[in-house]
Protein backbone atom coordinates (compact mmCIF):
# COMPACT_ATOMS: atom_id res chain seq x y z
CA UNK A 1 0.00 0.00 0.00
CA UNK A 2 1.40 3.53 -1.14
CA UNK A 3 2.47 5.26 2.27
CA UNK A 4 1.84 8.86 1.18
CA UNK A 5 -1.77 7.51 -0.11
CA UNK A 6 -2.61 5.79 3.07
CA UNK A 7 -1.07 8.93 4.85
CA UNK A 8 -3.77 11.34 3.16
CA UNK A 9 -6.47 9.61 3.77
CA UNK A 10 -5.89 8.28 7.59
CA UNK A 11 -5.43 12.56 8.47
CA UNK A 12 -8.72 13.19 6.28
CA UNK A 13 -10.72 11.06 8.00
CA UNK A 14 -9.25 11.50 11.38
CA UNK A 15 -10.40 15.32 11.00
CA UNK A 16 -13.68 14.12 9.99
CA UNK A 17 -14.13 11.73 13.26
CA UNK A 18 -12.99 14.37 15.36
CA UNK A 19 -14.53 17.75 14.17
CA UNK A 20 -17.51 19.13 15.82
CA UNK A 21 -18.42 20.23 11.98
CA UNK A 22 -18.78 17.30 11.51
CA UNK A 23 -22.27 15.22 11.53
CA UNK A 24 -22.49 12.15 13.79
CA UNK A 25 -23.01 9.53 10.47
CA UNK A 26 -19.72 11.26 9.23
CA UNK A 27 -18.12 10.79 12.60
CA UNK A 28 -19.23 7.52 12.61
CA UNK A 29 -17.91 6.43 8.79
CA UNK A 30 -14.73 7.87 9.32
CA UNK A 31 -14.39 6.37 12.47
CA UNK A 32 -15.00 2.93 11.02
CA UNK A 33 -12.41 3.38 8.16
CA UNK A 34 -9.59 4.33 10.80
CA UNK A 35 -10.89 0.74 12.74
CA UNK A 36 -10.79 -1.05 9.35
CA UNK A 37 -7.44 0.47 8.08
CA UNK A 38 -4.28 0.07 10.49
CA UNK A 39 -0.88 1.29 9.34
CA UNK A 40 -0.47 -2.56 8.20
CA UNK A 41 -3.49 -3.18 6.39
CA UNK A 42 -4.04 -4.68 3.03
CA UNK A 43 -4.02 -2.90 -0.20
CA UNK A 44 -7.27 -4.40 -0.86
CA UNK A 45 -8.56 -3.65 2.82
CA UNK A 46 -7.70 -0.27 2.16
CA UNK A 47 -9.38 -0.05 -1.07
CA UNK A 48 -12.36 -1.48 0.17
CA UNK A 49 -12.52 0.70 3.23
CA UNK A 50 -12.13 3.82 1.42
CA UNK A 51 -14.54 2.94 -1.67
CA UNK A 52 -16.93 3.06 1.47
CA UNK A 53 -15.73 5.71 3.23
CA UNK A 54 -15.86 7.76 -0.23
CA UNK A 55 -19.41 6.13 -0.84
CA UNK A 56 -20.89 7.42 2.39
CA UNK A 57 -19.40 11.41 1.94
CA UNK A 58 -20.60 11.21 -1.92
CA UNK A 59 -23.17 14.12 -2.23
CA UNK A 60 -23.05 15.14 0.93
CA UNK A 61 -20.60 18.31 0.01
CA UNK A 62 -22.30 21.38 1.34
CA UNK A 63 -22.49 23.72 -1.82
CA UNK A 64 -21.70 27.38 -1.33
CA UNK A 65 -24.96 28.52 -2.17
CA UNK A 66 -26.48 26.22 0.27
CA UNK A 67 -23.90 27.36 2.71
CA UNK A 68 -24.96 31.27 1.69
CA UNK A 69 -28.30 30.70 1.77
CA UNK A 70 -27.70 29.18 5.35
CA UNK A 71 -25.57 32.36 6.92
CA UNK A 72 -28.63 34.51 5.39
CA UNK A 73 -31.10 32.24 6.89
CA UNK A 74 -30.99 30.26 10.40
CA UNK A 75 -27.55 31.17 10.65
CA UNK A 76 -28.34 34.65 11.41
CA UNK A 77 -29.72 33.22 14.78
CA UNK A 78 -26.47 31.07 15.20
CA UNK A 79 -24.18 33.71 14.88
CA UNK A 80 -25.96 36.85 15.49
CA UNK A 81 -26.79 39.66 12.94
CA UNK A 82 -22.62 40.86 13.03
CA UNK A 83 -21.00 37.34 12.53
CA UNK A 84 -23.49 36.48 10.06
CA UNK A 85 -22.60 39.57 7.62
CA UNK A 86 -18.88 38.88 8.59
CA UNK A 87 -19.45 34.87 7.62
CA UNK A 88 -22.01 36.07 4.04
CA UNK A 89 -19.14 38.78 2.79
CA UNK A 90 -16.37 35.75 3.11
CA UNK A 91 -18.29 33.37 1.58
CA UNK A 92 -19.71 35.86 -1.25
CA UNK A 93 -15.68 36.55 -1.71
CA UNK A 94 -14.53 32.71 -2.17
CA UNK A 95 -17.57 32.23 -4.19
CA UNK A 96 -16.50 35.25 -6.64
CA UNK A 97 -13.09 33.36 -6.65
CA UNK A 98 -14.65 30.35 -7.76
CA UNK A 99 -15.39 28.02 -4.61
CA UNK A 100 -17.78 25.48 -4.84
CA UNK A 101 -18.26 24.05 -1.61
CA UNK A 102 -18.25 25.13 2.03
CA UNK A 103 -14.97 25.78 3.64
CA UNK A 104 -15.20 23.95 7.75
CA UNK A 105 -12.52 21.40 8.30
CA UNK A 106 -15.42 18.75 8.21
CA UNK A 107 -16.27 19.86 4.55
CA UNK A 108 -12.46 20.90 3.52
CA UNK A 109 -11.15 16.98 4.70
CA UNK A 110 -13.95 15.52 2.87
CA UNK A 111 -13.90 17.46 -0.60
CA UNK A 112 -9.98 16.86 -0.49
CA UNK A 113 -10.92 13.14 -0.14
CA UNK A 114 -13.64 13.14 -3.00
CA UNK A 115 -11.77 15.22 -4.88
CA UNK A 116 -8.02 12.86 -4.69
CA UNK A 117 -10.24 10.16 -5.88
CA UNK A 118 -11.93 11.94 -8.83
CA UNK A 119 -15.23 12.17 -7.17
CA UNK A 120 -15.61 16.02 -7.12
CA UNK A 121 -13.48 18.92 -8.76
CA UNK A 122 -12.58 20.94 -6.36
Known amino acids: M ?3 LF ?3 AERADILSK ?3 SKQDTQEAAKAW ?3 VPADASEDTFNEATEK ?3 FLSGRMLGI ?3 IAFVQGPGVAIFGEEGAAQMLAAQQERKA ?3 KYCNCEAHTAAGELLAKF ?3 EL
Do not use: N, W, Y
Open 2 to 4: DKE
Open 7 to 9: DFV
Open 19 to 21: SPA
Open 34 to 36: LQA
Open 53 to 55: LLD
Open 65 to 67: DDL
Open 97 to 99: QGA
Open 118 to 120: GRI
